[in-house]
T-cell receptor
Framework: GNSVTQMEGPVTLSEEAFLTINCTYT??????LFWYVQYPGEGLQLLLK?????DKGSNKGFEATYRKETTSFHLEKGSVQVSDSAVYFC???????????????FGKGTKLSVIP | DAMVIQNPRYQVTQFGKPVTLSCSQT?????MYWYQQKSSQAPKLLFH???????NEADTPDNFQSRRPNTSFCFLDIRSPGLGDAAMYLC??????????????FGPGTRLTVL
């Protein structure tokens, strides 16, 4: 079955540090890949996505590239801010095949804390 | 603003006492989902509706039921909550099921406490 593995947290960084959160997946075909962010006390928000190999998703300074050869979708940001403190979830949606393909499979989440 | 609304944000119930969580959306999306998220864990899909078509995940306990009376509303009913059902419950929506409609929009969640 499908699965997503993300690096264990928590991750603590100083402001303006470089961020990498690793994500690898197991799935057949070409799933769509996502990063969601969950701020304290809130629901999940889509941060970025990629729907095919070599696509790069980007938003708010965050980037992730869909690497089919390494089955990875690592999240990066060049300079984090205190406001980036949140839990980040990597997720996949299996390749579209009609009914039953709506499900997102999430990783366990990585908590990021950015200190001034 | 178009959005996904969940009420209440915090719900306390007693062991075995039925409870209903509510979700509404102004996005006019035809797919609605319920997820359970336990502390420090990933959200786990319980079931989803495609229009009025109900789709239950194989490992969702019978204790969990859902109703969708119209496009805008979806309810999660827990018939006899146990201590293990304490969690954050997330509602999400998405537009149709086609291959280009990937994004799910989430509500803020309802945190359920079982005493």
């Amino acid at each position: 079955g499908n699965s997503v593995t993300q690096m264990e947290g928590p991750v603590t960084l100083s402001e303006e540090a470089f961020l990498t959160i690793n994500c690898t997946y197991t799935a057949t075909g070409y799933p769509s890949l996502f990063w969601y962010v969950q701020y304290p006390g809130e629901g999940l928000q889509l941060l970025l996505k990629a729907t095919k190999a070599d696509d790069k998703g980007s938003n708010k300074g965050f980037e992730a590239t869909y690497r089919k050869e390494t089955t990875s979708f690592h999240l990066e940001k060049g300079s984090v801010q205190v406001s980036d403190s949140a839990v980040y979830f990597c997720a996949l949606r299996k390749a579209y095949s009609g009914a039953g393909s709506y499900q997102l499979t999430f990783g366990k989440g990585t908590k990021l804390s950015v200190i001034p | 603003d178009a959005m996904v609304i969940q009420n209440p944000r915090y719900q306390v119930t007693q062991f075995g006492k039925p409870v209903t969580l509510s979700c509404s959306q102004t996005l006019n999306h035809n797919v609605m989902y319920w997820y359970q998220q336990k502390s420090s864990q990933a959200p786990k899909l319980l079931f989803h509706y495609y229009d009025k078509d109900f789709n239950n995940e194989a490992d969702t306990p019978d204790n969990f039921q859902s109703r969708r009376p119209n496009t805008s509303f979806c309810f999660l009913d827990i018939r006899s909550p146990g201590l293990g059902d304490a969690a954050m419950y997330l509602c999400a929506t998405s537009r149709d099921s086609g291959p280009l409609s990937n994004e799910q929009f989430f509500g803020p969640g309802t945190r359920l406490t079982v005493l």
